[in-house]
């Protein structure tokens, strides 16, 4: 009996297949950062539940989704030596074969201060990539202050000086005591994605990017009271007795939120604002739209709000003029109506603060480091009175030891920005008594106070530096020529590409000359050829052409400038995902944004299924990502949007190269001509009703290239949405 036994299990052994062995072919994103939690996609073949991914110490469990699919969350912090900017490790399954590189940038040693207040008689300053509270004391000491994940803003509660923080990975507000910074620290959870946050007496106003809205916060329950829908990408907003005036990056718009009314209104310069000073005054009849609002205050004196932006947006002209960036200040009314844009003198303005009583309005300029002073009451007045609204301005000097684009001697010469663009202006707070201004400097890691008892007069003060710029040189001096503008052309990459990222639309930025969408730089890395049409092969060669046409050549950019815009540019890394699962699993029944809902494993197979993968496969979803798909071009999408077609190109059609789908969720408009999210009203660009994400997949859009959409049913249509999204 035993050896029949014996024979039997031989033989079942023998008709037993042997399991295929799993295989890793890729992980995506290719690019993350170590400054928070990243989900990524495991792509390969025969993959099993139970796989766990290495990468290098950590051993990370996988959400195992079907043969070809895992999920992962790479968690935040993993260690790079603090003066090496990027790192890359090889990815692979414990059990399995192959493997694939992951670069991971190490933002967790390169400070990025955005915002600061001043309370309790110190000042405070938050690092969005470092997850800090830099608490500078009376005595001029700095503490660094463990808060919470990504803090963008803060702002204070008047009557017991308490700070708010939001925090755009973490979700929530933080509250931290002024007088006791290194003390308990309060938590109210909201959603990802909080951008900026201001207090009115006991209520927080906060805007959130991933569900496109501005919430309103008791302090002291911690409960939502209000949601107000602000798309698309809601950021700077100030509040004018019961109206709140809100800044939408990606439809480069504002919107005037009336809660009292439960109604909003859409705010933006036309072809009717008035442009007072700088080169496209005269082309004000041709604008087209807005272009980001960068911050937002309100005058309770004078009944209007100050809006920082590069200017109208100037559309087809039958000069063909391509320069439309114009920095300055806009005015609205209570009301909504764009009254003007006042031109600065020179640079582009980043945040503002307001001397309300005084009738002083501060600029920061972080394009050529200097502080603008203007007249809040001219500006307010009339177009003429504006033009004399210029009071004072005032350079902020960096520290010596931060790095140099070039020489000192090609600085403030032929018509050039001194070397204090090197500090880098970006926020602004006035003391409880109005005459201290303090300054966050960027670039140059520092808080400076200006004595402006005297705004006609202003005067440096005390300067204390927050941290050292020494760590990763050269992408520090990159960052320096991404937001700077040595030539004094009104021009910068963030002019065009904010935060890395979209910058809306534009006439014009390549040949044939039309409108074209700009597009997000935050997985330019694996997306060659550059520019529009596609023809530089290489970020270098970009970073070379770029810099020099924004600086009309004055002066030519060092090989030095080169590399480091291009390695800069290179540590721009997508946003992690909001809408995957907490262990990086795909939603089955996912809240799709503008209604509806979503199986995102089910629209995996609709992807597959109707050959999106032909354009965009994973790990970055377009062929642009492997240099043996490198460079095709697909025609069959909009041109560009109809506007004044005669003054574009519209005969010329050379291909659109298929754009990343990573961080689809957080583009706006969608297709290189802008037409998913945007359309022509009359004499204007305006954003469309409903999700962007899905009109490329509707009729008209879904044709051409993207014809087998029109054939989903709305269950796929929504599935396939889903999927998309957590790419």
């Not at 005036?245 to 072809?271: C, F, H, K, Q, Y």
Request: with cysteine; charged share 25%.
């Amino acid at each position: 009996m035993a050896l029949v036994a014996v024979g039997t299990l031989a033989f079942a052994l023998q008709r037993t297949p042997a399991r295929e062995p799993a295989v890793l072919r890729a992980v995506g994103p290719r690019l993350i950062s170590n400054q928070t939690d990243y989900p990524v996609m495991i792509y390969g073949e025969a993959l099993r539940p139970g796989l766990r991914l290495a990468i290098g110490e950590l051993r990370l469990e996988t959400s195992w989704v079907d043969e070809g699919h895992l999920g992962a969350v790479i968690p935040a912090g993993i260690e790079i030596p603090a003066a090496q900017a990027v790192a890359v490790f090889e990815a692979r399954l414990e059990g399995a074969d192959g493997s694939a590189p992951l670069t991971v940038v190490n933002d967790a040693a390169f400070p990025t201060p955005l915002d600061l207040e001043v309370a309790a008689g110190r000042v405070f300053a938050v690092s969005r990539t470092t997850d800090e509270l830099l608490v500078v004391e009376a005595s001029g000491e700095v503490r660094r202050v463990p808060t919470c994940d990504g803090p963008r803003s803060l702002a204070k509660r008047s009557r017991d000086e308490l700070l708010v923080i939001a925090c755009e990975h973490g979700g929530e507000l933080r509250l931290v005591s002024a007088a006791d910074p290194a003390g308990p620290q309060r938590s109210i959870p909201l959603s990802p994605g909080l951008q900026q946050v201001i207090v009115e007496g006991d209520e927080a106003w906060v805007t959130e990017h991933v569900r496109e809205s501005v919430l309103r916060v008791d302090l002291g329950s911690g409960r939502v009271i209000g949601r107000y829908q602000s798309p698309v990408d809601p950021r700077p907003l100030a509040l004018l007795g019961d109206r709140l005036l809100v800044g939408n990056a990606s439809t480069e718009d504002l919107t005037l939120v009336l809660p009292s009314e439960a109604r909003t209104l859409r705010v933006s310069p036309d072809s009717t604002t008035p442009i007072v000073g700088g080169h496209t005054e005269t082309y004000a009849l041709h604008a087209m739209g807005g272009k980001r609002p960068r911050a937002v205050v309100a005058s309770d004196r004078l009944g209007v709000f100050f809006v920082s932006s590069v200017g109208p947006n100037i559309g087809p002209n039958p000069d063909r003029m391509e320069v439309t960036m114009n920095g300055g200040i806009g005015v609205v009314d209570r009301e909504g109506r764009f009254l003007r844009h006042v031109a600065l003198r020179q640079g582009l303005p980043e945040g503002l603060a307001l001397d309300d009583e005084r009738g002083f309005l501060y600029v920061a300029d972080v394009s050529t480091g200097r502080v603008e002073i203007l007249d809040a009451a001219r500006l307010a007045a009339g177009d003429a009175d504006s033009r004399e609204a210029f009071v004072a301005s005032l350079e902020i000097p960096p520290s010596v030891r931060t790095p140099r684009l070039r020489d000192g001697a090609d600085f403030g010469v032929e018509g050039r920005a001194s070397e204090s663009l090197h500090s880098g202006p970006v926020a602004l707070r006035l003391s409880e008594d109005r005459r201290t201004l303090w300054v966050l400097a960027r670039f140059d890691g520092a808080v400076q106070a200006v004595d402006v008892s005297a705004p006609w007069r202003p005067e440096l003060g005390l300067r204390i530096q927050l941290f050292g710029t020494e760590a990763q040189p050269s992408r520090r001096l990159g960052e320096i020529a991404y937001h700077t503008d040595l030539g004094k052309t009104r021009m910068s990459c963030d002019a065009c590409h904010p935060d890395g990222h979209t910058g809306g639309m534009l006439f014009t930025k390549g040949r044939p000359m039309r409108i074209y969408r700009s597009t997000s730089l935050r997985t330019v890395r694996d997306s060659a050829p550059y520019f529009t049409p596609s023809m530089l092969p290489t970020l270098r060669h970009m970073a070379r052409d770029v810099l020099a046409r924004n600086r009309f050549q004055n002066p030519k950019p060092t090989s030095n400038e080169i590399a480091a815009l291009a390695h800069y540019t290179e540590t721009l890394t997508p946003l992690p995902n909001p809408f995957v699962g907490p262990k990086g699993e795909l939603p089955t029944d996912l809240e799709l944004p503008g209604g509806g809902r979503g199986d995102a494993v089910a629209g995996l197979r609709a992807f597959e299924a109707s050959g999106c993968g032909s354009c965009h496969p994973a790990p970055q979803f377009t062929t642009d990502q492997d240099e043996a798909t490198r460079g095709r071009l697909h025609r069959g999408t909009p041109l560009a949007l109809p506007l004044r077609p005669e003054l574009q190109d519209m005969a010329r059609d050379p291909g659109w190269p298929p754009v990343s789908l990573v961080g689809v969720w957080d583009v706006f408009p969608l297709l290189a001509s802008g037409a998913a999210g945007l359309e022509v009203q009359g004499d204007a660009i305006v954003p469309q009703t409903g999700l962007a994400l899905r009109r490329v997949l509707e009729p008209p859009l879904a044709s051409g290239v993207h014809a087998a959409a029109a054939s989903l049913s709305e269950k796929e249509r929504d599935d396939l949405v889903a999927y998309l999204l957590t790419l």
